[in-house]
């Protein structure tokens, strides 16, 4: 299991590998407390396939935080229950809603969607639906950081890295030596990965959503409170 992280300088940085059996939500938590132990605070998105352990965790670590459905898993989901005939045009039809410039207006063009596809693959269109909310999160956060955040292509090519290296070898001594030879493949892989712009205007905006998220949170959970909006005479002007 690995995570990776996009900083608030733009750089790419490997943050864990650690060895499990299978993605449970035990097994993810472990892996969370620990990077939280170590000092990482609460990102203001989280970008995983729908592995159900994985999301149970991120959601239980980071309640504050958005979490973003990878797109590029979600969409093979979807094409996969359609016959060839319409792949195309359904693929281009569901990336329409995805790709839109707000959640408003994605939800807007989903409904267009669902009418016009429901009767024919009525299973391709409830994969569609499910968990909606989450594949349109990142519309929340900088349109330039979009590609980066919206699919886990980082890790999974990382993960290719590591089954490039890793197949050659018919079997390792002990658990520390697989472990060390998929951490040494990815940390290498790191190590060329490009960071992203990332501008003041960009901190501003996430400095926003991450205090929205910590409203909505504090909302959900009944702690709301009432701004108290105060003003400095300034020169005649009232500044809050």
Not at 130 to 136: I, K, L, R, S, T
Not at 155 to 163: M, P, Y
């Amino acid at each position: 299991m690995c995570l990776w992280a996009i900083c608030g300088d733009g750089r790419k940085r490997l943050l864990d590998v650690t060895r499990g059996n299978k993605e449970s939500r035990e097994a993810w938590l472990e892996v969370l407390r620990d990077l939280v132990s170590r000092g990482l605070r609460a990102p203001v998105l989280m970008t995983s396939d729908g592995a159900p352990g994985l999301t149970a965790a991120l959601e239980e670590m980071f309640p504050e935080a958005l979490r973003q459905r990878c797109l590029a898993h979600k969409v093979r989901n979807i094409t996969g229950k359609v016959n060839d005939q319409d792949l195309a045009q359904v693929k281009a039809d569901v990336q329409s809603a995805y790709y839109a410039a707000n959640q408003d207006v994605a939800l807007l063009v989903a409904d267009a969607i669902v009418k016009k596809w429901q009767p024919i693959y009525p299973t391709a269109m409830a994969s569609f639906l499910d968990d909606f909310e989450a594949c349109v999160a990142y519309l929340r956060c900088p349109p330039t950081h979009a590609k980066y955040i919206r699919t886990t292509n980082l890790a999974e090519r990382s993960i290719e890295e590591e089954r490039r290296r890793t197949k050659t070898i018919p079997r390792f001594f002990d658990e520390k030596s697989g472990l060390k030879l998929c951490y040494a493949a990815l940390i290498r892989a790191s190590e060329r990965w490009q960071r992203i712009t990332i501008s003041d205007f960009d901190r501003t905006r996430l400095a926003a959503v991450r205090e929205q998220l910590h409203q909505e949170y504090l909302a959900r959970q009944g702690k709301a409170t009432i701004g108290v909006k105060s003003a400095t005479k300034t020169g005649g002007t009232a500044v809050a």
